[in-house]
């Protein structure tokens, strides 16, 4: 069973940036797909983004043109890089992965293991 530790949340004005990373226990860009989401508060966990087959991305449009997923298999670990933050970007931001190697899609429900989460905090 993988596990997924977040890292790099904090608070960073609007227009700044944060680059997040999540820590996997295992080699997981050849065995899983994997993912970004983030949940604010009193809403549902929401699609950032997601990469399958090493190299392949997709982004949901609210991180198009902003926001940048990266991975380094020697240190097992995926990176999101996001840029003009906004303040709506507020929320906790969780990595997870999906025993498939197949596009995993946009739903929470389709990964398996989760992180626990790191802050993401925009001020205006």
């Known amino acids: 069973q993988v596990q997924l530790v977040e890292s790099g949340g904090g608070l960073v004005q609007a227009g700044g940036s944060l680059r997040l990373s999540c820590a996997a226990s295992e080699h997981t860009f050849s065995r899983y797909a994997m993912g970004w989401f983030r949940q604010a508060p009193g809403k549902e966990r929401e699609f950032v983004g997601c990469?399958?087959?090493?190299?392949?991305?997709y982004y949901a449009d609210s991180a198009k043109g902003r926001f940048t997923i990266s991975g380094d298999n020697a240190k097992n670990t995926m990176y999101l890089q996001m840029n003009s933050l906004k303040p709506e970007d507020t929320a906790v931001y969780y990595c997870?992965?999906?025993?498939?190697?197949?596009?995993?899609?946009?739903?929470?429900?389709?990964?398996?293991?989760w992180g626990q989460g790191t802050q993401v905090t925009v001020s205006s």
């Open positions: 990469t399958w087959s090493s190299s392949a991305t």
């Open positions: 997870a992965a999906r025993r498939s190697l197949m596009p995993p899609g946009t739903s929470p429900r389709a990964y398996d293991y």
